[in-house]
């Protein structure tokens, strides 16, 4: 993996980009980098099953996501985010509190979106409470500490 600050350093990008190697440019956050040696593993992208009765914010969390390299499925009903955690592919769930409580997770990671304070006070796992309005290094470090731990207990 080559990295480079300089953005008018498209010679070395072009070596770098000949030779099958990867490239990241400075400055990065963490889950950039996360990602992309997952990329260059080879690794599938993880996949995120946003699960929440609101459009925008599910429009909002998949253009994050999905910028950052994940696959995200979005449903709108506790029944539908119900039959994808049946599908059983669903490393991460982010889901508000209706649809968190019961689905109960299915075993899956699961990130809370509370929608008010009182929402995350009773929160089981505050570790695992995203508050609105949501900031995208927050979601994405979040999101990136529950795969790992998903990869970690499925022994990935």
Do not use: C
Request: glycine fraction near 8%.
């Amino acid at each position: 993996l080559s990295m480079s600050g300089y953005t008018a350093d498209r010679a070395a990008l072009r070596n770098v980009e000949s030779r099958g190697w990867g490239f990241i440019r400075k400055p990065f956050e963490p889950v950039a980098l996360a990602v992309k040696i997952r990329e260059m593993l080879g690794a599938p992208a993880p996949v995120i099953l946003v699960g929440d009765g609101n459009a925008g914010v599910r429009g909002m969390l998949r253009s994050i996501l999905a910028a950052a390299g994940y696959k995200v499925i979005e449903t709108s009903t506790i029944a539908q985010t119900a039959a994808e955690l049946l599908k059983g592919s669903i490393d991460v769930l982010i889901a508000d509190t209706a649809t968190a409580t019961a689905t109960d997770g299915a075993g899956v990671n699961t990130i809370l979106i509370a929608h008010t304070p009182h929402e995350a006070l009773r929160a089981p796992d505050p570790g695992h409470v995203l508050t609105t309005p949501i900031q995208p290094d927050a979601l994405l470090r979040a999101v990136e500490n529950a795969v790992l731990t998903q990869t970690a207990k499925a022994g990935r």
